[in-house]
């Protein structure tokens, strides 16, 4: 079992910069592939980003390519979304995902790869 929880959503307004954590515990951190989605309401969950084991491979939504960075801290167990030049568009809960013995790849981006989930932070963005 893997336990999540993120912090540090909140109201920016657009343009302004956001950086969410999620902290895990219950397995070794550093086996566990992270990735970060979002669910605004009415809409599917999507992919926003993802990071394998080491850190050394990341990948992200078009959306956000070149706005968002993620990033992980295996020594403290976390991992972080740093969130720039936020648009109305980003507005979303933003939830933490992980899942152990995940093949690092295009399956990173499906929300039915991961079996571990936080319990979500709101993010929101006026114009």
């Known amino acids: 079992q893997v336990q999540l929880v993120e912090s540090g959503g909140g109201l920016v307004q657009a343009g302004g910069s956001l950086r969410l954590s999620c902290a895990a515990s219950g397995r070794a951190f550093g086996s566990l592939v992270m990735g970060w989605f979002r669910q605004a309401p009415g809409k599917e969950r999507e992919f926003v980003a993802s990071i394998n084991w080491t850190g050394g491979r990341t990948d992200y939504a078009d959306s956000v390519k070149g706005r968002f960075t993620i990033s992980r801290d295996n020594a403290k167990s976390t991992v972080s979304l740093q969130m720039n030049s936020l648009q109305p568009e980003d507005t979303a809960v933003y939830y933490c995902?992980?899942?152990?013995?995940?093949?690092?790849?295009?399956?990173?981006?499906?929300?039915?790869?991961?079996?571990?989930w936080g319990q979500g932070t709101q993010v929101t963005v006026s114009s």
């Open positions: 995902a992980a899942e152990a013995d995940l093949a690092y790849g295009p399956i990173t981006a499906r929300p039915q790869s991961y079996d571990y």
